[in-house]
């Protein structure tokens, strides 16, 4: 870099470390990166030079996230203050189907406000599946990884009856733990990975996942589980076994639903929970008004503001309370409305979020507006009808098939005359006979899934209406999850009132 080169950059770190300065410093945010700044330089020099030092932050689209990188940078800059040199920042997003554009675009307001582009101590990642590429706005999905959610989400939540918590986040987040391999092995590899969780609250993540690999009888050796590498290696275990339980026999399934856990042997996490408050409240002002950050209708919805899915998972609801319980729509959006400001409130979510939230679905029209907006995100993001969804909700394949009739009968009487031929194709293993291609296409049409993965559902037994049974190894992970509530409903129309745990987010 020529002496110009480096005048000009070191110019625009002091112009957004006093921008940084000055948005922070009336909140109190300023006297935490003070105090942790001089924390991480002392655990960065530890390892060497800290010029040569990386240092990861996992971003993810999110209101927290986003503060957490600001912080970060506020750090990087201030030792570039104090030292004239500073480390390099990584940033990772893990990209998924349910990731819309507004989230792509507070992203890249973040970064841009941040000066995080012309800044050649920066890199910023994106991670699609087992892609890697550097964070572009405009980048387009991937088709094979909306794929791959897509499946996941259909699979799951014929499991299960369309609980919200294992049909869209079992998967995800073994692909969360994927891409933070990904972003710490590549290209050399980081020193450190900031975290907000507390060493408590690592520790019991830590032995959560290990107990879970015990209970799965996928554990590592005690030496194979050392370190992050460890860790990522027991989820990878995880994974498998749930994979395997979910789709069978299927080494190209998968093997791309692998979890990488080849990462540098050095690699620390460092905490900054006892430094910095998340409370989006407290910095809203950083959030909106210097980064950018938009809680978009869709990209914001119940406890996330980085993924449409939980609105999703309510609309979901709704469909099961009006096709599978025969009472309203609106009934089981108001079950999921209620679960949602639950988990908001015991997440300590700001009163005016929460509002934003439930203000969506009150009102004349509300509930028929955000049922026509979620129709369209299912068939925008994953290809999903409101048909396949109410397959899904209805899960007539699992038990042999058991509620294929009534579901037949009830949302595909034309085909109530092929009814048991219907049930002999999801529940043998020979090829179908050139007689029953046309009945595959049905079958295929109104479920959205293959007829292998449909068969391999009629192998497994699903979930009770309750959903306090167990479905296998799926249930497993929703163990222990704080993101699920019994509730009190119904399940006919003007029927006895009956406990139920849902999940979600």
Same mark, same amino acid.
């Not at 909306?146 to 989400?153: G, Q, T």
């Not at 939230?357 to 907006?373: D, K, L, N, T």
């Not at 219907?422 to 296409?441: G, K, M, N, Q, Y």
């Given at each position: 870099m020529s002496a110009v080169q480096q005048t000009d950059l070191s $110019?625009? !770190?002091r112009h957004t470390l006093e921008q940084l300065r000055d948005r922070m410093s009336g909140t109190g945010h300023w006297a935490e990166v003070e105090r942790c700044a001089p924390r991480l330089h002392a655990a960065l020099s530890e390892l060497g030079p800290v010029r040569d030092r990386v240092v990861m932050v996992a971003y993810g689209g999110g209101k927290d996230s986003a503060y957490t990188t600001a912080f970060v940078r506020a750090m990087?800059? $201030? *030792? &570039?203050?104090e030292f004239g040199e500073t480390f390099r920042l990584r /940033? /990772?997003?893990? !990209?998924? =189907?349910g990731m819309p554009r507004p989230v792509m675009d507070n992203i890249d307001r973040t970064y841009a406000a941040l000066n995080l582009y012309p800044d050649p101590d920066c890199e910023m990642l *994106? /991670?699609?599946g087992d892609d890697i590429a550097e964070f572009d706005v405009d980048l387009p999905q991937r088709p094979h990884v909306i794929a791959r959610n $897509?499946?996941?989400v259909l699979v799951t939540g014929h499991r299960t009856l369309g609980d919200g918590r294992p049909t869209f986040c079992n998967a995800c987040n073994l692909s969360a733990a994927h891409a933070f391999g990904l972003g710490a092995s590549h290209d050399g590899g980081v020193d450190i990975i900031i975290t907000g969780d507390s060493p408590t609250e690592q520790r019991t993540y830590l032995l959560w996942i290990h107990r879970l690999a015990d209970r799965m009888a996928v554990a590592p050796s005690k030496e194979e589980r050392k370190g992050f590498g460890g860790t990522l290696r027991t989820i990878d275990n995880i994974g498998r076994a749930y994979f395997t339980d979910i789709f069978g026999d299927a080494p190209e399934l998968l093997q791309e639903r692998r979890v990488h856990h080849d990462t540098p042997a050095q690699l620390r996490f460092f905490s900054i929970y006892d430094d910095t408050a998340y409370d989006s409240g407290d910095h809203w002002e950083l959030l909106t008004g210097f980064?950018? &950050?938009? &809680?978009d209708d869709v990209a914001f919805s119940f406890s996330e503001s980085d993924c449409g899915n939980p609105a999703l998972m309510a609309h979901i609801r709704g469909l099961k309370c009006e096709r599978v319980y025969g009472r309203e729509y609106a009934d089981g959006i108001a079950e999921y409305v209620t679960f949602g400001t639950q988990l908001m409130q015991k997440k300590e979510f700001p009163p005016n979020l929460i509002e934003m939230i439930s203000a969506r679905y !009150? %009102?004349?029209g509300a509930v028929e507006r955000m049922r026509a907006a979620m129709d369209a995100y299912a068939a925008d993001i994953f290809g999903l009808t409101e048909e396949h969804l109410v397959c899904l909700v209805s899960s007539p394949f699992t038990d042999g098939a058991a %509620?294929?009739? =009534?579901? /037949?009968?009830?949302?595909q009487p034309g085909l109530l005359p092929h009814t048991e031929r219907l049930v002999a194709l999801c529940t043998t293993a020979t090829e179908p006979s050139a007689e029953d291609a046309a009945l595959v296409t049905e079958l295929e049409r109104f479920s959205g899934l293959p007829l292998a993965q449909v068969r391999r559902l009629a192998g497994h037994t699903g979930r009770s209406r309750t959903g306090m049974g167990q479905s296998g190894v799926v249930d497993l992970i929703l163990n222990g999850d704080p993101h699920k509530l019994t509730i009190t409903t119904r399940h006919s129309a003007g029927g006895p009132e009956v406990s139920e745990l849902i999940s979600g987010r």
């Amino acid at each position: 870099m020529s002496a110009v080169q480096q005048t000009d950059l070191s $110019r625009l !770190r002091r112009h957004t470390l006093e921008q940084l300065r000055d948005r922070m410093s009336g909140t109190g945010h300023w006297a935490e990166v003070e105090r942790c700044a001089p924390r991480l330089h002392a655990a960065l020099s530890e390892l060497g030079p800290v010029r040569d030092r990386v240092v990861m932050v996992a971003y993810g689209g999110g209101k927290d996230s986003a503060y957490t990188t600001a912080f970060v940078r506020a750090m990087q800059l $201030r *030792l &570039f203050a104090e030292f004239g040199e500073t480390f390099r920042l990584r /940033v /990772v997003t893990m !990209r998924h =189907a349910g990731m819309p554009r507004p989230v792509m675009d507070n992203i890249d307001r973040t970064y841009a406000a941040l000066n995080l582009y012309p800044d050649p101590d920066c890199e910023m990642l *994106l /991670v699609d599946g087992d892609d890697i590429a550097e964070f572009d706005v405009d980048l387009p999905q991937r088709p094979h990884v909306i794929a791959r959610n $897509r499946l996941d989400v259909l699979v799951t939540g014929h499991r299960t009856l369309g609980d919200g918590r294992p049909t869209f986040c079992n998967a995800c987040n073994l692909s969360a733990a994927h891409a933070f391999g990904l972003g710490a092995s590549h290209d050399g590899g980081v020193d450190i990975i900031i975290t907000g969780d507390s060493p408590t609250e690592q520790r019991t993540y830590l032995l959560w996942i290990h107990r879970l690999a015990d209970r799965m009888a996928v554990a590592p050796s005690k030496e194979e589980r050392k370190g992050f590498g460890g860790t990522l290696r027991t989820i990878d275990n995880i994974g498998r076994a749930y994979f395997t339980d979910i789709f069978g026999d299927a080494p190209e399934l998968l093997q791309e639903r692998r979890v990488h856990h080849d990462t540098p042997a050095q690699l620390r996490f460092f905490s900054i929970y006892d430094d910095t408050a998340y409370d989006s409240g407290d910095h809203w002002e950083l959030l909106t008004g210097f980064l950018g &950050f938009q &809680f978009d209708d869709v990209a914001f919805s119940f406890s996330e503001s980085d993924c449409g899915n939980p609105a999703l998972m309510a609309h979901i609801r709704g469909l099961k309370c009006e096709r599978v319980y025969g009472r309203e729509y609106a009934d089981g959006i108001a079950e999921y409305v209620t679960f949602g400001t639950q988990l908001m409130q015991k997440k300590e979510f700001p009163p005016n979020l929460i509002e934003m939230i439930s203000a969506r679905y !009150r %009102g004349p029209g509300a509930v028929e507006r955000m049922r026509a907006a979620m129709d369209a995100y299912a068939a925008d993001i994953f290809g999903l009808t409101e048909e396949h969804l109410v397959c899904l909700v209805s899960s007539p394949f699992t038990d042999g098939a058991a %509620g294929l009739p =009534a579901y /037949v009968k009830a949302e595909q009487p034309g085909l109530l005359p092929h009814t048991e031929r219907l049930v002999a194709l999801c529940t043998t293993a020979t090829e179908p006979s050139a007689e029953d291609a046309a009945l595959v296409t049905e079958l295929e049409r109104f479920s959205g899934l293959p007829l292998a993965q449909v068969r391999r559902l009629a192998g497994h037994t699903g979930r009770s209406r309750t959903g306090m049974g167990q479905s296998g190894v799926v249930d497993l992970i929703l163990n222990g999850d704080p993101h699920k509530l019994t509730i009190t409903t119904r399940h006919s129309a003007g029927g006895p009132e009956v406990s139920e745990l849902i999940s979600g987010r």
